[in-house]
């Protein structure tokens, strides 16, 4: 096989801003194996994060890696909670070149709390493929969806509203 | 180091139907390395899953480990949904004797579809300690609370729907 | 590829005593990768084990796993042998309910002592193709057999001997 | 932590031919983390292995590691047996220079089988503390002793038999 | 143990343009598990690395992990070499935003060609304690010294010349 | 798949001197998963290495493993250098029969200081696929060349002498 440069190499544009348009206001790209196939077997990924000014990236997980992040502009408030029975949330508010780190599995978010500034992130994560599971929209957006009978129970509320929330757009904040 | 048979041993009762009347009428009895010091390193815990009617094992992750289960009593609904940007919910009904398995780090859950009949179940992990974090106690009972900001964006619904479920009693069903 | 429940999911029937009139008195049903394609890189597999009375799963070791085991019904005698130079025998008597741990690649063993009941297991192995070597099988048994010269000089006793066992039939405990 | 050259040195004589006057035959000499302290963490040990005219290093495990090994002095006939439920010996004459290798946890066996030359082998193994199960000594010499209704089953032998062989010396070839 | 937010964050100050006036005009900022207690056992770290006009990082290894690296500012020429027989360059001129990744324990190197613009990059690591082994200054400025004699046989220069280089004063990019 | 003893097998002839007439007066001859496939996802190799009087195995690196050495025949002056920041020279002098650790990724070398007298070590890494990073090779001889820019900045001399330098011959120590 013969293997150059470009195997190594992508073209990310990583330095550009992302359409944060979306409802939760805030846009996620993700350099991993599928698109430099050269991180194959090395355990690593990166990835740029926009956020509106208000925006986030909402309660999520990755499966298969941990994650460290730095702001490269604006304000983050972040967080993670630790898992059962304390599920105590350790947050901060993270300013230009801070460093956090949200360990392997853990639900975590970052927010932008200011309302007239967009804020940037630049994260990496320990897998060529650490995979993301949006919180809600994996509980609520799923294909076929799960059982309201199931949630309603998980979340101590009338299956009405289970059913309202299954009905919003779930829209994925990864383009 | 005086080493035992005692420390590879945990009396551990997995014979014993437990208490299933909290909110959401399931128990986990685990028996990871807390309780059983001789799994240090061995990378496996068992667990004991006990299911009142129409209770369920909510939808849950573990963060550093897959899990297998079998039926032992009753039937089980299950499912695990995939990760971002899919979120295809797999599903099956177990009988006893049945097998499924969740993979490492994936929302999935446990329902006991039948009104009148308990179940149970026995589930293997991957890991001795696996972590586990239940996705509304974590979201909604984290201490001190996530801001009802991010979750108010994140579920798509007003912030007094936040603070509502937010003031609910969270028990975990982890004795 | 396109992924289902089906591929997570086994009717493996570990509910129903499975046929335990072999000379060793015990049957193995083991849930791997071979037999649950979505076990693949996950490292977990189950298993069922049946002893008749006097039953027993005989000295063996799992060259790829340590084992995680409880009892479902009856009694059973269980111990692991250490490794050189001690070869400490650390066994005990295990009731419904109770957990055991035999550590990777260990010989070990389970005996009902019990002459008119027979006796259930559950174990869980920290591999989705943990590996099993019945050591009288192997070291007898083998296909072709192993010299007579090195069995005699390691057993301490006449080729004779060791030649009687190589022409018994060693059969599997495993259907 | 004050490191120095000698943490990663052993003054091993591993040139030298060792006693092989044992029942065996045979003298394991193991360079693992216990001897040599820089090995920590790394992954790998080495051993040299004297052979008696006829003496053999008898069958045995090493249940967390694979061994390479190479001839340096005279002719082995070595092998291994494969997993259940085939128990295939694979097994091979090797003269100087040549190299084999044992894979992880499974029964081997190396054997001189000239009467009136030593032989030498060197092997590396993929652990720096790999361990070694002598099958004989562990099954047959445990302390304290497995049941001889265990190993009477498993062997297919009268109970007499076993407490004979329970009744040997069982020496460890290592020094 | 009582664990806080603190424990996971860094003020690093990552978005600071670094001093880069020493010898190789570059400044490499790490967060590794030393300077950030809450990467512990989570494997992976991050850094800052800034460029002089015409400054380099100059060909170094990692010896226990991959690197990941995108370009914040400037323009960076960057490459590894393969290991042997073959010693492959295989280079890339990166502008703001492209990724590149640097696999596991190849020598590899960063070069501002530049001559009026500084560069920065955002670099991450496959491990909470990647190490990294400056080739130059390892080879000619290890303390004490390697012989000259290995040295200049391995450079195929003559002695003079490595006594020379072992006369510089080696400095380390890293403050 | 049918499986063989020969799959396990290499008739490497590591008894036999090799040819040492080389620029660096040294010969590796590598048994690694390419040479014997039973090798596969074990994670060990092993090689032989001859060095002339005066020869040496310059400094090198192995970037997926870790090495230890022990010497057969002669006297072997032997180290490795401790990463950044401080740049250790760990060195000793080996007799036959001793032992030395070359931990993972590290700058290392092996040197024969007698002039009358061959050498011969026998060493193993813990990977089946070790690679191996000859430093002066990779860093003035790989094909294309490194800039002359990078490389006059990294060892602090003149353009010139690394363009002579890069004008040699470099050859490998492997056969």
Do not use: C
């Given at each position: ?12 544009e ?13 846009n ?93 992130a630049?994260a ?8 993301a ?6 509980v ?36």
């Amino acid at each position: 096989m013969h293997v150059t440069a470009d195997d190594f190499f992508k073209a990310a544009e990583l330095d550009k801003p992302r359409n944060t348009k979306g409802k939760v206001g805030s846009n996620v790209t993700l350099i991993n194996v599928m698109q430099l196939a050269g991180l194959n077997t090395l355990g690593i990924s990166l990835a740029r994060i926009d956020y509106a000014p208000l925006g986030e990236n909402p309660p999520h997980t990755h499966p298969r890696g941990t994650e460290i992040l730095t702001v490269l502009e604006g304000t983050l408030y972040v967080g993670f909670v630790t898992s059962n029975p304390n599920n105590t949330l350790l947050a901060k508010v993270l300013n230009k070149g801070d460093v956090f780190v949200f360990p392997e599995g853990l639900i975590h978010f970052q927010f932008n709390p200011v309302h007239d500034m967009p804020a940037v992130a630049l994260a990496a994560l320990s897998s060529q493929n650490p995979g993301a599971i949006t919180i809600a929209n994996a509980v609520f957006g799923s294909k076929p969806p799960i059982s309201d009978d199931v949630l309603a129970k998980a979340f101590q509320v009338e299956k009405g509203t289970i059913d309202w929330l299954q009905a919003q757009f779930w829209e994925n904040n990864h383009n």
